[in-house]
């Protein structure tokens, strides 16, 4: 059971909102649902539900995550490796739940469930290309926040400087992401079911 209420739609909102949290809560799904009658939060997108609670956060973090996920160009252009550096820091995480969310994605993307089970493992599986490798590897340096010179130079010589800094960025916002679901534990089966 999910430790923090969620607020999927807008009668979700605990007790009376006043009148500046109710023009948030209407900018919040006015902006994640344009024009739909009855908007709602899918439980696939639990941690939005927790964040909601504040309406006006929760909309500033929409707005990010939506130049991160759709603009930016390394984290837009590359969707094998954003899925892989998203599965990877779920796994340092313990995020079954961002993990779960980002199985069908990842596979879509081109990184296989059996590529996502090996993440664990990558120091010792042949499932991985050498970029990929380099994505691991750094994701876990940056996580663990002991990213050694060395590692940052194989990056930025593999991408560029930019792109290593919006890898960089990318990992941190995801991360953010897993800590939030980590703390307030939403649910959701994802079609897998759940267990007995």
């Given amino acids: 059971m999910s430790r923090v209420k969620l607020v999927l739609k807008p009668s979700d909102f605990p007790g009376s909102p006043d009148e500046q949290t109710q023009a948030n809560i209407k900018a919040l799904f006015d ?3 344009p024009g739909q009658d009855n908007p709602e939060i899918p439980g696939s997108s639990g941690a939005f539900g927790v964040v909601a609670q504040d309406p006006k956060l929760a909309l500033l973090l929409v707005k990010v995550s939506d130049y991160i996920v759709r603009e930016m160009p390394w984290t837009s252009g590359r969707r094998d490796l954003q899925q892989l550096m998203v599965q990877t820091l779920n796994h340092h995480f313990n995020c079954d739940f961002s993990f779960l969310a980002h199985i069908k994605p990842a596979a ?41 010179q060395e590692l940052f130079q194989r990056v930025v010589d593999q991408f560029d400087e930019l792109q290593a800094i919006e890898i960089t960025v990318g990992i941190s916002w995801w991360s953010m992401w897993a800590m939030i679901i980590g703390a307030a534990r939403p649910e959701h089966d994802f079609g897998y079911g759940t267990d007995a």
């Fill in 31 to 33: 902006h994640m649902f």
């Fill in 108 to 148: 879509t993307a081109g990184i296989s469930t059996e590529m996502q089970a090996a993440i664990p493992f990558w120091h010792r599986t042949n499932v991985f290309t050498d970029e990929q490798r380099l994505i691991i590897e750094y994701t876990y340096a940056v996580v663990t926040g002991e990213v050694p």
